[in-house]
């Protein structure tokens, strides 16, 4: 018994020394990550060409930023938005949106405005109908989990202020057991294997770009870029779509893709999961305005004239309407453009609209 009691405690000690290394490691770059990430002042863009890390971008500017009036929650659709959009003056608004952000993501950029104090007055939900479908594998929030541990786990504790307290040990409980978890330990066992083999780590792109390509909003030409209120500017192509285009690329969209609704199936969890989020933020005295953000008029009609894709849209559309009644929040269905308006001309493609119906859509929802 001895010798396997011994073994059993030799190797937690190895599981402890290379997660404990490989934590240290992180913190360490996150803390050089807020660092170049404090450089982005109002008037500056961080420009970049490709992919870039948006979860640990997000997770950087939280920590630096004062904290905003107003916020926005959602994918790429609403990240055109900028303080400037909503008549906000710089260090008011932030905009949290991320590439094919789920209810996780929603989640976790909560938690981390709520730990560092930094509670917004109002805050702004575009919310795709897609993030409701099991059928669609939604991970790149994975790089955010342990925020969104910590919150679903302290959202059982119970309503009330009588249980904020044990927040505080529950989030040290929750670091101590992730040294001891087997999944950090391969994540650890490739962090490390990344230093000692000299190549670049998770965010070391990011921590360069944030280093190296900060230049003033007007020079941002040919690439994109990120404000400093989390808003993007998007690369200007070689040359506009055609009409005739867009209404191709919107009918391949609506057929297929990653965010098509094709098998849509209703994922009652992360439902629940948005409601647990909006009570959460409702009780913290935020005010909650929600739309489904537009389609491409073609994509759209393509859309209704499939009965299982308008099910799809309007089932959703009915669970936020209900929602926002049980939670006090706004909620607009805005799918259709007709009802903002926005013309086929103010989208960059099926789904994305460009500045000009995002200002409309914005000033619907602060009426």
């Not at 969104?148 to 504790?157: D, I, K, P, Q, Y």
Request: proline residues 5%.
């Amino acid at each position: 018994m001895r010798p396997f009691v011994l073994a059993l405690g030799l190797l937690l000690a190895l599981v402890l020394a290379v997660n404990g290394l490989a934590a240290g490691d992180r913190r360490q770059q996150e803390r050089r990550m807020r660092e170049a990430a404090a450089a982005l002042r109002p008037g500056l863009a961080m420009q970049f060409d490709g992919y870039v890390d948006e979860r640990r971008f997000q997770a950087a500017r939280l920590g630096v930023i004062t904290r905003p009036r107003l916020v926005a929650f959602g994918s790429s659709r609403v990240r055109d938005v900028a303080g400037t959009l909503v008549g906000a003056a710089p260090g008011e608004f932030y905009n949290l949106g991320m590439s094919a952000a789920t209810v996780e993501d929603y989640i976790a950029l909560w938690s981390l405005l709520k730990r560092q104090g930094k509670i917004p007055e109002v805050a702004v939900f575009s919310i795709d109908v897609w993030i409701f479908s099991r059928t669609h594998g939604q991970v790149r929030w994975l790089a955010l989990a342990p925020e969104v541990t910590r919150f679903l786990a302290a959202a059982g504790a119970g309503p009330g202020a009588s249980w904020l307290p044990a927040q505080e040990a529950l989030y040290w409980w929750l670091q101590a057991r992730d040294l001891l978890s087997y999944a950090v330990l391969r994540r650890s066992l490739q962090d490390l294997e990344r230093v000692l083999a000299g190549r670049k780590r998770r965010g070391d792109d990011l921590l360069k770009a944030l280093a190296r390509d900060l230049v003033p909003e007007g020079e941002v030409a040919g690439r994109q870029g990120i404000r400093a209120d989390g808003s993007v500017m998007r690369s200007t192509p070689d040359r506009e779509l055609t009409a005739a285009q867009l209404r191709e690329e919107a009918a391949r969209y609506v057929a297929s893709g990653a965010y098509a609704l094709e098998g849509f199936r209703w994922d009652a969890e992360r439902a629940a999961w948005l409601d647990l989020l909006w009570r959460d933020m409702r009780g913290q005295g935020v005010r909650l305005l929600a739309y489904t953000p537009p389609y491409h008029p073609t994509a759209w009609e393509r859309l209704r004239g499939n009965p299982d894709y308008a099910a799809a849209v309007d089932g959703s559309a009915e669970f936020l309407r209900g929602l926002a009644d049980r939670t006090g929040a706004r909620f607009l269905d805005l799918s259709d453009p007709a009802a903002i308006p926005c013309l086929a001309h103010e989208f960059y493609d099926a789904h994305h609209p460009r500045p000009a119906c995002l200002g409309r859509i914005v000033a619907r929802l602060m009426r």
